[in-house]
């Protein structure tokens, strides 16, 4: 049976998106820096590491900010999809928490999209259930408030932060209210390249 991972990049002061974040800046403006590690700056370790993540994915659970990044006309298109540039053709399901589902959505086939409109638990429940089906794990992608409410519900195994060696100054930061009580985390695993260090944590 696989794991819930949260899995997300994080700047050195603690945020996930630089400020003005909107669908042509879907990390925020400046905030491409967060991402060198899995762009143009990625080195050998970090391929290791992504493609690892990615082979391990049996589903994905999003927010609806995102899902409106990656669906956008600036968003995922052609072989650029989950786990950056590689073969799309077998994605994995995605399941997107949000209020409402859109009107229309522009990725088709063969990307498949769940809009959970009753909440994180509801999304992580439908996720492990596909991904069970495949003995691999659900991936909490993002953004900030979603990997939060997954951490703060008890829903998540394992915190999985891609460290940016950036100061970003302001933006979106992650777990800015996980709800007052304390999560004891262990470091179960530190991989270190020079464009990221990728920690492991398993929730106690």
Known sequence: MGQVVVDITMSLDGYVAAPGVDLEHGLGVGGEALHDWVMEGRTEVDSQVLDAAVEATGAVVMGRRLFDV??????????????????????????????????????????????????????????????????????????????????????????????????????TRLFDDIGGAQVPLEITEVIESARATHIRYRVA
Request: charged residues 20%; contains cysteine.
């Open 70 to 171: 990656v669906d956008g006309p600036n968003g995922w298109r052609g072989d650029m999809g989950y786990g950056a540039e590689r073969d799309q053709s077998r994605p994995p399901p995605y399941f997107v928490v949000t209020h409402r589902a859109p009107e229309a959505v522009r990725l088709e086939a063969p990307y498949a999209f769940t809009f959970v409109t009753d909440g994180i638990a509801s999304a992580v429940r439908q996720a492990k259930a596909a991904a069970d089906k495949v003995g691999k794990d659900v991936v909490v992608m993002g953004g900030a408030s979603v990997c939060t409410q997954c951490v703060a519900a008890g829903l998540a195994d394992v915190v999985w932060i891609h460290l940016a060696p950036v100061l970003l100054g302001g933006g």
